[in-house]
T-cell receptor
Framework: DAGVIQSPRHEVTEMGQEVTLRCKPI?????LFWYRQTMMRGLELLIY????????DSGMPEDRFSAKMPNASFSTLKIQPSEPRDSAVYFC?????????????FGPGTRLTVL | LAKTTQPISMDSYEGQEVNITCSHN???????ITWYQQFPSQGPRFIIQ???TKVTNEVASLFIPADRKSSTLSLPRVSLSDTAVYYC???????????FGAGTRLAVHP
């Protein structure tokens, strides 16, 4: 298995532009998580889905952020409009059911820079 | 969700054994203890998980006392490549979300 796939790996954009980050979870994994990591705030959970349904989006910073999971093999995280404070590494992770406890598999991340 | 407390940073030298202890006083009966490792510019990677006593795999050992209020990750004979941030998390099985704390930044020196 290729693992969790994220694209793009790096994104540089200007303030005010729309940014779309993409994630393909591991096949067969029913849960998908979006995280944001910065030096100041560490690793923060933004939103997670079970069976394509958003379960908890309390970590989404504000209305500029939105996430969708139209099917089991694809999810997007959109920022519109983007701001310099959104600069961070965004990780996607997926989880397989049936294990003893939570074991999340992370993608390589998307490094976002908003100028 | 049980809160965890672990040292912010540790230093070691190549070939030494490193033990990182995590406190989780409010761990629930059906919570498991999971450790992740994160290298620079990479996502966290699962390394070991346990419920009680001792668990060992090819990477590390996890020691959990009977009261389960703490756990110790043991890395035998570390090398420079073990320099990373190590996160201790507690959580239930299934689909429950995990909360990552600040982790322990381990620096291995030659």
């Amino acid at each position: 298995d290729a693992g969790v796939i994220q694209s793009p790996r790096h994104e540089v954009t200007e303030m005010g532009q729309e940014v779309t980050l993409r994630c393909k979870p591991i096949s067969g994994h029913n849960s998908l998580f979006w995280y944001r990591q910065t030096m100041m705030r560490g690793l923060e959970l933004l939103i997670y889905f079970n069976n394509n349904v958003p379960i908890d989006d309390s970590g989404m910073p504000e209305d500029r952020f939105s996430a969708k999971m139209p099917n089991a093999s694809f999810s997007t995280l959109k920022i519109q409009p983007s701001e310099p404070r959104d600069s961070a590494v965004y990780f996607c992770a997926s989880l397989t059911p049936g294990l003893a406890a939570d074991t999340q598999y992370f993608g390589p991340g998307t490094r976002l820079t908003v100028l | 969700l049980a809160k965890t407390t672990q040292p912010i940073s540790m230093d070691s030298y190549e070939g030494q054994e490193v033990n990182i202890t995590c406190s989780h006083n409010n761990i629930a009966t059906n919570d498991y203890i999971t450790w992740y490792q994160q290298f620079p510019s990479q996502g966290p990677r699962f390394i070991i998980q346990g419920y009680k006593t001792k668990v060992t795999n090819e990477v590390a050992s996890l020691f959990i006392p009977a009261d389960r209020k703490s756990s110790t990750l043991s890395l035998p004979r570390v090398s420079l490549s073990d320099t990373a941030v190590y996160y201790c998390l507690v959580g239930k099985g299934g689909y429950n979300k995990l909360i990552f704390g600040a982790g322990t930044r381990l620096a291995v020196h030659p």
